[in-house]
């Protein structure tokens, strides 16, 4: 299924304020003409919707320039939208975490973590054996992080070469308190792709960023 169609069908039977809060998630800050544009409705209709959940905390807007002319408004979810989309029980996983590292040692972490990427490691290679072509195993590998909750999307780039995009992580709050899961999943997705890819992170949720995004690029035969 292509991203567009993934899209739309992430959008169906969600209201309009969750529609817009899903786009500005996947797609990052936009104007209220353009989510009119891509919920079906106006951008005057769309900007009521965005006022409404500014007042809730959710929303937030910010003037960016664009040439000659008045600044564009720009809409983004603040700190309190972004935490509309779940975190596999944050505050558990974080504690438990804390108490194998304070109890078991750092060593035990380790050990939690390499058994964790073995798991993938079988599950992935399981379900990508059969596919052929790296941009067909981008586009399957995101396919499995999106049911796993990252919201994951491939696209290719001018310069050649794919980003894989993951809009949402799951495990965030696992992930900043030990980097090792980040490190993990990064050596999966080499490991998947082959010898002939090269995977570099190039935005990191964990560092700050809107969303994690990985560079893939294939040598030529």
């Given amino acids: 299924m292509s991203t567009p169609e993934l899209e739309n069908s992430s ?22 003409a353009e989510l009119g544009k891509a919920i079906g409705t106006t951008g005057e209709n769309a900007r009521q919707q965005l006022m409404k959940l500014a007042a809730e905390g959710l929303v937030e807007t910010e003037s960016v320039a664009r040439g000659v002319g008045r600044p564009s408004q720009f809409w983004r979810l603040t700190a309190q939208g972004h935490g509309r989309f779940p975190d596999a029980h944050a505050e558990l996983t974080v504690g438990l975490l804390r108490n194998i590292r304070d109890l078991l040692g750092p060593e035990a972490l380790e050990r939690l973590i390499a058994a964790r990427e073995e798991e993938m490691r079988a599950a992935y290679r399981a ?32 310069d050649g070469g794919w980003l894989l995009i993951e809009n949402h992580c799951p495990i965030c709050a696992a992930a900043a308190a030990c980097q090792g899961f980040c490190r993990s999943e990064l050596a999966i997705f080499r490991e998947m792709l082959g010898p002939r890819c090269s995977v570099e992170r190039t935005e990191h949720i964990v560092h700050g960023a809107r969303r994690c995004a990985y560079r893939i690029r294939e040598e030529a035969p």
């Fill in 11 to 32: 959008l169906q039977g969600r209201s309009g304020p969750d529609r817009l809060l899903f786009l500005l998630k996947t797609k990052g800050q936009q104007t209220a």
């Fill in 127 to 158: 379900e990508l054996g059969r596919v052929e072509g790296t941009e067909a195993r981008i586009a399957a590998l995101a396919g499995i992080r999106t049911r796993e909750g990252y919201m994951a999307q491939q696209r290719p780039m001018e």
